[in-house]
Nanobody, 119 residues
């Protein structure tokens, strides 16, 4: 069992920056991949970024490439999402998820943290 918990959301001005944190706990040795998703009101949940727990390979949605950076600190069982040059369209609930080695699916989800971007 793995638990994930996000923090760092808040209100920022357009063009500003924000760093989200996702802390994993429990059987973190079973984690294969960590990912960030977001869901805006009236929109479907969309993939934002992911990082391999062991190798560190990263993936980004086209909409955030060049602006967002995902990173990890395995010793702290933590992943980060550094968000720069924020746009109003980035406004959403950001959700952290963990994919297990057993299923290779995102089985564990956080509660989400709200990111609000003012223009």
């Amino acid at each position: 069992q793995v638990q994930v918990a996000e923090s760092g959301g808040g209100l920022v001005q357009a063009g500003g920056s924000l760093r989200l944190t996702c802390a994993a706990s429990g059987r973190t040795s079973s984690v294969h991949r960590m990912g960030w998703f977001r869901q805006a009101p009236g929109k479907e949940r969309e993939f934002v970024s992911s990082i391999m727990w062991s190798g560190g390979t990263t993936t980004y949605a086209d909409s955030v490439k060049g602006r967002f950076t995902i990173s990890r600190d395995n010793a702290k069982n933590t992943v980060y999402l550094q968000m720069n040059s924020l746009k109003p369209e980035d406004m959403a609930v950001y959700i952290c998820a963990a994919a297990s080695r057993e299923t290779l699916k995102y089985d564990y989800w956080g509660q989400g943290t709200q990111v609000t971007v003012s223009s």
